[in-house]
């Protein structure tokens, strides 16, 4: 049992290219989330999905995509990436329904430059 | 709007000291609360969390938090500090919407002394 991976681990793009980050469970999980962590502001809800093909906005969706074609796979892409997108991202999943406990991925490192 | 609040950015004890980290929250319903700890180049790990009953919680590692609805807080505790506690800390509330949405503080590091 894994629990929640992402991949890669740290990453550096140039502005204007794109790219997919990987997240996978395997704990059978309906929701899963993407978060991005910066200094001073916690964590911040970018999308999140109740299932297999439903997805919807979080709190700061602007230049983010995402899709669920399977239960385990959720990708967070960056179709032009921007200086603003420097973060720390991480991947969360969870039964839905009331609050349950999130488990979150190690993380991924992405600077924009 | 649903907020958290965690007004302190540092906090540095020494080992075997008592420790309180401090969470105010803005909710209109009663809230689903949580505590997670971020240790170093990790992910965050669930400390404990609060969604109705006894307001005193305990969790793993020896936490303890207190949910006080007069005061809108849902303050961390626990009663020796180890230096293996040296982490940064993130209150959250779950958000409306049913789907299991967190609204995170900003976080606390705490540093642990010798």
């Known amino acids: 049992n894994a629990g929640v991976t992402q991949t890669p681990k740290f990453q550096v793009l140039k502005t204007g290219q794109s790219m997919t980050l990987q997240c996978a469970q395997d704990?059978?999980?309906?929701?899963m989330s993407w978060y991005r962590q910066d200094p001073g502001m916690g964590l911040r809800l970018i999308h999140y999905?109740?299932?297999?093909?439903?997805?919807d906005q979080g709190e700061v969706p602007n230049g983010y995509n995402v899709s669920r074609s399977t239960t385990e796979d959720f990708p967070l892409r960056l179709l032009s990436a921007a200086p603003s997108q420097t973060s720390v991202y991480f991947c969360a999943s969870s039964y839905t329904g009331a609050p349950n406990e999130q488990f979150f991925g190690p993380g991924t490192r992405l600077t924009v430059l | 709007a649903q907020s958290v609040t965690q007004p302190d950015i540092h906090i540095t004890v020494s080992e075997g000291a008592s420790l309180e980290l401090r969470c105010n929250y803005s909710?209109?319903?009663?809230?689903?609360l949580f505590w997670y700890v971020q240790s170093p180049g990790q992910g965050l790990q669930l400390l404990l969390k609060?969604?109705?009953?006894?307001?005193l919680v305990q969790g793993i590692k020896g936490f303890e938090a207190e949910f006080k609805r007069s005061q809108s807080s849902f303050n961390l505790r626990k009663p020796s500090v180890h230096w293996s506690d040296a982490a940064e800390y993130f209150c959250a509330v779950g958000a409306s919407g049913g789907y299991n949405k967190l609204i995170f503080g900003a976080g606390t590091r705490l540093a642990v002394h010798p």
């Open positions: 999905s109740v299932g297999a093909g439903i997805t």
């Open positions: 909710y209109g319903a009663t809230p689903y």
């Open positions: 609060y969604f109705s009953g006894d307001t």
């Open positions: 704990m059978n999980h309906e929701y």
